[in-house]
């Protein structure tokens, strides 16, 4: 079983910038692929950001140009850097992981953009 912990979430101004983390932590065997994920309210989870374990990275259309993902395979931690929020990005971001065949999901941090 594998747990991941997100940080690092809150409330900023249009503008302005955050950084998540996600760490993970159990038994992992292998985490092939990292990524972050937003739902915000009466919306479906999309996909943020994904990093695999070499340097294979995507991101949402939404996103591309101001987020960064990034990822420290020694610590089993991706980070999220996130910079011009916008009102729009305003939602619970989750952090996934695949391990072998299974996904794990952390609890949620909550990102407020509002001035």
């Known amino acids: 079983q594998v747990q991941l912990v997100e940080s690092g979430g809150g409330l900023v101004q249009p503008g302005g910038s955050l950084r998540l983390s996600c760490a993970a932590s159990?038994?992992?065997?292998?985490?092939?692929?990292m990524g972050w994920y937003r739902q915000a309210p009466g919306k479906q989870r999309e996909l943020v950001a994904t990093?695999?374990?070499?340097?294979?990275?995507t991101y949402a259309d939404s996103v591309k140009g101001r987020f960064t993902i990034s990822r420290d395979n020694r610590k089993n931690t991706v980070y999220l850097e996130m910079t011009s929020l916008k009102p729009e990005d305003t939602a619970v971001y989750y952090c996934?992981?695949?391990?072998?065949?299974?996904?794990?999901w952390g609890q949620g941090t909550q990102v407020t953009v509002s001035s």
């Open positions: 996934k992981c695949r391990d072998g065949l299974h996904d794990y």
């Open positions: 159990g038994r992992i065997f292998s985490i092939s692929v």
């Open positions: 990093a695999t374990a070499g340097s294979g990275r």
